[in-house]
């Protein structure tokens, strides 16, 4: 567990060299929305290999390290496979090559794995009914550690179940976090704080980093605390072209651009190395995105200010303790109340 009070702040790179460790269980935190693009490809530029990834919905982060070869074994639901067989992306080229091993479940089942490994159970019960179909039938690398039947112990019913994850580190981008790692996120969640707090390490990246103060301020927002955290990391627009609510929308132009390259492996290659792998971090992205589109492009999909109403949490006091360390509804100080229930033989050391 890291400290709740050490400044975690650190760049992207250093974050994942430190933190990211070859062959481990990586999970992609964001589900749909939001994702962690810059550490993602600072895991391609930095060559990390080997991983079992975890992602619920696999679209453009998925394909990246796909591409840049980090990627043995994948758990998910989804993949986006535009073009089917004859015109997949890099994650249908590496199933058809043999150089890539899925484990496909449902959208409940992976939430499942993932709620269970948060709550520290080893497994957890979801629906039979998946039994009658080949997400429960075709097993790949977790072979009948896929799906087991248990006995329940109540009913004596057979109970279908998952195994919990707990995958080695969690990469994850959020819209705002103080500089001790607690994060804070709104907007569609899904399995965001599960997929965080299942895993034994968690990598933060934020569009800004705030006073803790702030944090104090809005505890509602704060989906993964200090403590738990490894390393949080500012990088605006970071989830860029993914969408972040009340940042920035989808940049569908990009997108399409992603979508038309990845098509064949040339063109993907040919992506990777101009917007991963010759642009050193997200500035140095910026700068090139802006010096072939022009900023007006991003301009263009920068969020309208539209803020929910403030939650009052004042409270008359904060303590039991008033200022001069008396407890307030006996106005005893912490050595009179020892005395006082000494004298009652209420006190035991």
Not at 48 to 77: E, P
Not at 121 to 137: H, I, Q, R, Y
Not at 262 to 271: E, L
Request: charged content about 25%; overall charge negative; glycine content about 8%.
């Amino acid at each position: 567990m890291a400290n709740n009070n050490e400044n975690k702040v650190m760049s992207a790179k250093e974050a994942i060299s430190r933190f990211v460790v070859d062959g481990e269980q990586l999970i992609i935190g964001n589900y749909t929305v939001g994702t962690c693009v810059e550490l993602i490809y600072e895991i391609c530029r930095q060559g990390k290999k080997g991983f079992t990834l975890y992602s619920q919905s696999g679209i453009l982060d998925v394909d990246v390290l796909v591409t840049a070869g980090c990627v043995d074994r994948l758990v998910s639901t989804y993949v986006l496979r535009s073009g089917g067989k004859t015109g997949g992306g890099a994650v249908e080229r590496a199933l058809q090559a043999g150089t890539l091993e899925i484990e496909d479940y449902t959208n409940f089942n992976y939430n499942a794995r993932l709620v269970a490994g948060m709550h520290g159970f080893s497994f957890m019960p979801v629906f039979e009914g998946v039994m009658a179909t080949d997400l429960f039938k075709k097993r790949a690398f977790m072979g009948e550690d896929k799906y087991r039947v248990i006995t329940c112990p109540y009913t004596g019913k057979e109970i279908l179940t998952v195994p919990a994850a707990n995958p080695d580190t969690c990469i994850i981008h959020v819209q705002r976090a103080d500089k001790y790692g607690n994060a804070q996120y709104w907007g569609s969640m899904g399995s965001v704080a599960a997929a965080a707090l299942c895993s034994k390490k968690i990598i933060v990246t934020c569009e800004e980093i705030v006073e803790h103060d702030v944090v104090r301020a809005s505890p509602h927002f704060t989906i993964i605390p200090a403590f738990r955290v490894s390393a949080v990391v500012e990088v605006p627009w970071g989830a860029h072209p993914t969408e972040v609510l009340g940042y920035y929308n989808q940049d569908r132009f990009f997108y399409g651009m992603f979508m038309k390259a990845n098509a064949t492996a040339d063109g993907a290659k040919a992506w990777m190395n101009e917007w991963v792998y010759d642009c050193v971090d997200r500035e140095a992205y910026l700068d090139h995105y802006a010096e072939r589109f022009g900023m007006g492009m991003l301009d263009r999909i920068r969020a309208k200010a539209f803020y929910s109403a403030p939650a009052n949490y004042g409270s008359a006091f904060t303590s039991s303790w008033d200022e001069e360390g008396r407890e307030r509804s006996m106005g005893l100080t912490l050595d009179e109340l020892e005395e006082t229930l000494e004298e009652r033989g209420m006190f035991y050391e």
